[in-house]
């Protein structure tokens, strides 16, 4: 399998493939674009017949494998075997079975409109992103035992990537996390799942601005491609491959606990801020996993449902962006929506590095076809199974309420704004999937608000927020970031 850059133009320093294990510590390419494969590879009827049998960690190997195929088949049934287990997925609710990993509850099934809830957030920082950072963590640390090499990662949150990937990171031989957040932008039990880690590879900076300044400077360090290398600096955030092929596997295992035979589809509903889990549906898709609808569901800060609306992608700057009760989705910048650009322009690079060029220079492109539009390529936006929705912080409280009502259950605010959106995009006949963003404990602020009383939290999370915090405060300064980056990685 071999990986090509959205950006590679002729005179692009990434327009040659690259191997799986050769973008597997990095994140963006040299030329500024994302990596994704050359072709997607195809999953047949039968082997979709067959892994309906399988475990979640052998489902995962298999679906690895056809992406990772410079890694020794053996190392990766190793890999993938030593992280999915039910003991690193341990927080399985009342009801849930922790050796199925991502269990799902029917929450409605009648007139045949099915919804269903899929669980992601039974990891150590209970929250979707350990399904991927976890098996970033172990293959990260392959990759570098075997060259004896060290990896400092340089990383951005607006809430749930940060803590997920200290914590798959924490003790990993040969490597450091730097990873910035927005200062007072994420709730209380967020930051202390970061700020109280004492690990001593592990460096929390918060940062005076919003998510998308934490962003531009991870960008910016990693575009200066002779620091990038002297400092040997990776990422772990979404626009890291490894991280959306891992995401690809709940997708396949949601479709097949859902149905019965490959004839059928089913749709999933996403919360949505920068596309990397939605990304890796549309992946599936694009293998042949039978899915009907793609729903991307944003809050307040609609960059991404104003385009599958209109066709228009519009950043906003951090005047315009919202600090919303559902806080990892306070994006304005959506990075892994580059991917899904690159197919939806039939694959054209050259055409995609001037779309994303544009972004830098005009703050976004318009593909509507209408009058002083950069294209008219959003009529094709259907064929790939897309819609979109939003919602209000008002709309977040009564959809918890509701779920607390009608289905006994308690869910965070960001698998609210999925719910409220699934909801109106239910098709008779085909199961509609909400994947779950994290466990309410995680926004204990607003479950309070909603139902009056405390989420229920999992043990050894009691106490987290009177923990002693160890972080750092600095300015959106590049060149003040580059100076502490490089005061503590010894190279």
């Not at 849930?96 to 269903?116: C, H, M, S, V």
């Not at 949601?254 to 999933?268: E, I």
Request: negative net charge; hydrophobic residues 40%; glycine residues 8%.
């Amino acid at each position: 399998m071999q990986y090509v850059s959205t950006r590679a133009t002729s005179a692009s320093a990434s327009r040659n493939p690259e191997t799986f294990s050769s973008i597997l510590l990095g994140g963006l390419a040299p030329d500024g674009g994302l990596f994704l494969p050359a072709e997607y590879p195809q999953v047949t009827p039968d082997e979709l017949h067959a892994w309906r049998s399988l475990s979640y960690a052998e489902l995962a190997y298999e679906i690895l494998r056809k992406f990772a195929t410079d890694i020794p088949d053996a190392d990766l049934r190793e890999l993938t075997a030593r992280t999915y287990t039910p003991e690193v997925y341990r927080n399985a609710r009342e009801g849930e079975r922790a050796a199925d990993i991502t269990p799902l509850r029917l929450l409605e099934d009648e007139g045949g409109r099915k919804l269903i809830l899929q669980a992601l957030s039974n990891g150590p920082t209970l929250a979707f992103k350990d399904m991927a950072m976890q098996l970033l963590g172990n293959l990260f640390e392959y990759a570098l035992a075997k060259d004896d090499e060290e990896l400092n990662i340089f990383g951005a949150t607006s809430g749930d990537t940060g803590s997920a990937a200290e914590y798959a990171m924490r003790g990993k031989r040969g490597v450091r996390v730097f990873m910035l957040s927005p200062s007072g932008k994420m709730s209380a039990f967020q930051t202390a799942q970061m700020f109280s880690l004492q690990d001593p590879n592990i460096f929390n900076i918060a940062v005076e601005g919003v998510f998308d300044d934490c962003q531009d400077l991870v960008k910016a360090v990693s575009n200066d491609l002779s620091f990038k290398a002297r400092h040997k600096i990776g990422t772990v955030n979404s626009i890291n491959w490894a991280r959306v092929v891992a995401q690809v596997v709940y997708y396949f295992r949601g479709y097949l606990a859902a149905t019965t035979g490959n004839d059928q589809k089913v749709s999933f509903t996403v919360p949505s801020g920068n596309f990397g889990n939605i990304c890796a549906g549309h992946i599936a898709r694009m293998m042949g996993l039978p899915i009907d609808k793609l729903v991307v569901a944003t809050n307040e800060n609609d960059v991404l449902d104003e385009f599958f609306r209109t066709g228009v992608y519009r950043v906003r700057k951090s005047s315009e962006t919202f600090h919303t009760s559902s806080p990892s989705m306070d994006i304005s910048k959506a990075s892994n929506f580059e991917r899904f650009v690159y197919d939806l322009v039939g694959r054209d690079s050259e055409r995609t590095h001037a779309l994303f060029r544009k972004v830098e220079t005009h703050g976004g492109f318009d593909l509507s076809g209408g009058p002083g539009a950069d294209g008219d390529e959003f009529r094709r936006v259907g064929e790939y199974g897309f819609v979109s929705g939003k919602s209000t912080h008002a709309e977040r409280l009564e959809t918890i309420r509701m779920a607390f009502d009608d289905y006994g259950l308690t869910i965070d605010t960001h698998t609210a704004d999925g719910l409220k959106v699934a909801r109106e995009h239910i098709t008779p006949g085909v199961p509609m999937i909400v994947l779950e963003t994290a466990l309410a404990a995680k926004f204990n602020e607003t479950i309070l608000e909603a139902l009056g009383m405390d989420a229920e939290r999992p043990p050894g999370f009691e106490n987290i927020e009177a923990l002693p915090q160890k972080f750092v405060l600095m300015r959106p300064n590049v060149g003040e970031m580059k100076t502490f980056i490089a005061a503590h990685t010894g190279l």
